[in-house]
């Protein structure tokens, strides 16, 4: 279980550059149009798995791109 205590929930500039730059990678990837509820979902995910400590950009593209399949396949 994570300790939420230890985990700043603040995004930071930063931050949010390399969550836009994997979630405009993502969405080209996957033909999602930002906007759409997809693509909501998406950001949605992505800032959780952030906030929840995963902040490499590599592993967050790794979860975003399975997540989206994961849509795509249920969609």
Known sequence: MIDRMNIDPAL???DL???KAIFVQVCEEG???PGS???EKLAADLVRLFQ???TD???LL???RARNQQLSKAG
Request: charged share 15%; glycine share 4%.
């Open 12 to 14: 930071y500039p930063s």
């Open 17 to 19: 550059e390399c969550l």
């Open 31 to 33: 033909h999602v149009q």
């Open 37 to 39: 509820p997809e693509a």
């Open 52 to 54: 929840s400590g995963m």
């Open 57 to 59: 950009e590599t592993t």
């Open 62 to 64: 790794i979860a975003a």
